[in-house]
Structures are given as C-alpha cells and as structure tokens.
C-alpha cells in the first residue's frame, strides 16, 4: 500500500516550490503528527523543525484545536463574508484588534499570507486615489523580501531566484535596501542601518509624492535566508515613511503570533503599521486564514455611500471561513493559558546557548535567531564568507541529512532554516540541534573531501 501510495504521489502531483525530479528521488508522505513529531506512511518519526513550514505553534493534534474545529462543525461550516458576517470571524476580528498594535483598528480576512499583502497593495493605492492624492500610485519594497507567490505579491518581492522569471509580468517598484549586516562590507550594524536608511530617505526625498507605500518584513526577512534587522532599523523606516506621507506596509506574516518572542515582531520596535498582513501561526497552523489589519484613518476613506465608489471591491469565495476562525479563536486563547508568547522568549535564550556549540563548526558562517526564528548559514569558508558552489546543493543534502537522523526542515540556499513549534520544549531543542549539528558535520566533510 505504502508503495503504491508513493508511486501515486510522483505520477499526479506537482508540488510547490518543488523540483519534481528532486521528489522523485527523495520521495516522502506524512500520514499523522503527535505534538512536535509528524509520522511518514512507512512509519518513521521525524522532529518538525520547521513548523509545517512556519506555521505550527501547539504541536500537531493539539486537543483543545481539535475540538474547536469539531464544534463548530456542528454549527456550520462555512457562509460567507460577502455582506454579512459570521460569529467566529467576529469573535476573531475583536481578538486580533486587542492583540495587536494599537493604531489597528479594522481586520479583513484572506486565506494566505501572500493575499494578505495582495489586500494591503489594493487598500494603500485605493486610499490616496479615494481621498483624491492620484498621484501616489507606486511602492517602495525592500531589496530580498519576500511577501507571497501570487502576482503582486511578487512584484513587491525581490529574490532574483524566484522572482525574476516572472520580471514582465510584475508591476514595477522602487527598491530600498536592507542592512543584511552579515554580508556588509563593514559588518557593522550601526553603519550597515545608517547606510540603508540615508538611501531610504534620498529614494523618499525625491519620489514621494507618486508612492503609496512602502513594504517591509517586521524585523526579520524570512524567505530571504533569515535576516535579522539590526535595532533601530524598522522604527527608523517608520519615522521616513511618516515624515514623506508614505503608508508603511509591515508584513508579520512569518513573524507574527509569537514567533520571534513577542506577539508580533513590530512590538521590539514599537512601529505602528499603517497596514499589517498576518497568517502563518494564526490559526497555530490548522487551517488557511490570514488577514490584513488597517487603521482607522485608512478605513475612513473607504467608507461612504455607495455611489462614491470607494468600496473595497476585493474578497475570496472561503473568506472569513468560520472553521478556520473558530480554530484561530482557540489558538489565541491558548496564547494566553499557556503564556506562549514569554515562554518562546524564554527558552529563545537557551536556544541561543546551544547554538554557541553549533557556532564553533568550521563550516557555520552566521547564526541569526530573532525568538525561534532562525537560520544556520554554511560557507565555505569563515574567514572570507564565500558560499559553497551553487551546484553542490550544500543546504539541500543538510536537510536531507536530518530527514535520515529523524527532523524536517527546508533549506533557504545555504542557509538551514530552524523554526520549531512554539511548545517545543528545551530536551526536543536540544535534540533537534544535535540533529542538525551531525548532519552539518556529514555533510560539509563529504564536500570538502571531495572538494580537494
Ligand atoms: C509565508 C510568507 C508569506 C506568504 O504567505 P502564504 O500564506 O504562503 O501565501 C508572506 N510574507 C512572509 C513574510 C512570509 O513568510
């Protein structure tokens, strides 16, 4: 059965992200999950290092989840949102405006992170046109972000891996860069952040009044391989976009509901977003829902009578879905029950200690962790930084390195991502850093040796 299943699975699938030769080779089917484990149809175990890709908090089966969503099964499972509302998404837009920054006021549901950022695009262009400022029409994004696959997502995103192919279809933005302090030339953060922002205000000074908005991941770039903003950074990106009329976008997508150490990473910086996209963890990684948090100033400019035309003309058919929010009201009360937002913070320090060990390795150029958001580079050498050869697939055979010793996780490049459930805890951090640090010794050995 098992094999046949295997066999189904490379003759009609077509994944994302995925090169399906490399599938055909290395082919793997979950079948169940107990707290922070899942389980293959062959039976083997495997550490969820990467949270179901970001997006785990209670571990898997969580029974208080299960039971929410059963419960409101026998309500209803889905109506709509087009023009009336349902009782849990109501329930989840007041817990989302309590939780988040204060300046937020309105929620707008999707069911991905990349529509999340698709609705904040629509909402920040349409405000300027509905308050008659036409000409602010264009974003600034930042240099290697990453906000979503869908077209406009992509447009506002910048990894010339995946992004450029895409190049003519894409709407064009202006692109500020990141101080990526690891790969600076000074390696400074005080001088890497001032760089960045003087270019920032220079683009700002002279295009201002044609931009909308501007872009930018809360602290940390995610897909961009796990870089951490060094402080001062994104308050000081929030004083140029107030000081030039400009909305700031703030994608928490990967970084919200707890993930760096703080219910959402703008919290470090105290930046109030104009406009805020979350998904991922928000429902602890059960169901697709994601939303767009809006001010009130920018709600106001849509709401008018309707021969005005200045609706919002967007919405998805499964909107608002209330299975989805009602297991995302249950993971929010979990948040406070179980204090997970301190206790990530908490075991994030002893997470930093056992990467000192990791640190040590000959081929682990940076570590960057904001809470338990975290990603390993491998160089090839320390001294100068340089990378591995594209072609030898450095990241990639780590990860499947750790597969065989029994943990999941998906490379960025070089850089191993690890972002374990929130519940994981210190004894399973261990285990999963001792994974990771035989699979990067293996692994590194093998292509130096053949390497020289
Ligand atoms: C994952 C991610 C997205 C896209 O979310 P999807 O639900 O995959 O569409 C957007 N922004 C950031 C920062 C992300 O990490």
């Known amino acids: ?10 003759k009609y699938l077509w994944l994302p992200f995925t090169q399906m ?4 080779e290395n082919p793997i089917i979950i079948e169940s999950g107990n707290g922070i484990k899942v389980k293959d149809i062959e039976g083997k175990e495997y550490y969820d290092g990467y949270s179901a890709l970001w997006l785990n908090v209670h571990g898997h089966r969580k029974k208080e989840l299960d039971d929410a969503i059963k419960a409101q099964l026998d309500k209803i499972a889905h109506s709509t949102l087009l023009g009336m509302s349902n009782v849990p998404a109501t329930e989840l837009a007041e817990k989302l405006i309590e939780i988040s920054p204060e300046k937020l006021t309105r929620v707008f549901y999707s069911d991905s992170g990349a529509e999340a950022m698709e609705i904040a695009l629509k909402m920040a262009y349409q ?3 509905n308050i ?3 000409e602010k029409k264009k974003f600034i994004a930042m240099q290697n972000g990453y906000h979503g696959d ?3 997502a992509v447009s506002i995103g910048s990894i010339d891996l995946y992004h450029q192919v895409y190049g003519p279809l894409m709407f064009e933005s202006f692109k500020a860069p990141i101080p990526d302090v690891y790969h600076s030339k000074s390696g400074d953060p005080v001088q890497c952040r001032e760089e960045c922002l003087a270019i920032l205000e220079k683009l700002l000074e002279e295009h201002h009044h044609e931009i909308a908005a501007l872009t930018i991941e809360s602290m940390v770039q995610g897909a961009g391989g796990m870089i951490v903003m060094p402080e001062g950074f994104l308050s000081g990106v929030r004083k140029l976009c107030t000081k030039y009329e400009v ?3 703030v994608d928490e997508v990967a970084t919200g509901f707890g993930r760096t150490g703080r219910m959402f990473a703008c919290e470090y910086e105290e930046v109030q977003p104009d406009l805020m996209a979350v998904g991922k963890c928000i429902t602890g990684g059960y169901l697709p829902i994601a939303a767009t948090l809006a001010t009130e100033d920018l709600y106001q400019a849509f709401y008018d009578d309707f021969d005005q035309r200045k609706t919002l003309f967007h919405g998805h058919s499964y909107t608002g879905n209330q299975l989805g929010c009602a297991v995302a009201v249950e993971n929010l009360r979990l948040f406070e029950k179980e204090n997970i937002v301190e206790e990530v913070a908490k075991k994030a320090e002893y997470l930093s200690s056992l990467f000192e060990e990791l640190k040590t390795l000959p081929h682990v150029g940076d570590i960057r962790q904001l809470g338990f958001m975290c990603g390993i580079e491998l160089v090839s050498s320390k001294e100068t930084k340089e990378p591995f050869p594209f072609t030898e697939r450095v990241g990639y055979r780590t990860t499947l390195k750790m597969r ?6 998906r490379p960025l490049g070089d850089v191993l991502v690890f972002m374990p459930p929130h519940v994981s805890t210190r004894a399973e951090l261990k285990a ?3 994974i990771m640090k035989k699979a990067i010794i293996e692994v590194t050995d093998e292509v130096m040796k053949v390497g020289s």
């Open 127 to 129: 405000y300027w046109m």
């Open 404 to 409: 065989e010793f029994g943990m999941l996780t």
């Open 247 to 249: 909305l700031m976008i």
């Open 1 to 10: 059965m098992q094999s046949s299943l295997i066999e189904k699975s490379k």
């Open 432 to 434: 999963m850093v001792e």
């Open 132 to 134: 008659g400022r036409t």
């Open 21 to 24: 030769k490399d599938y055909d």
């Open 150 to 152: 869908t077209i406009g």
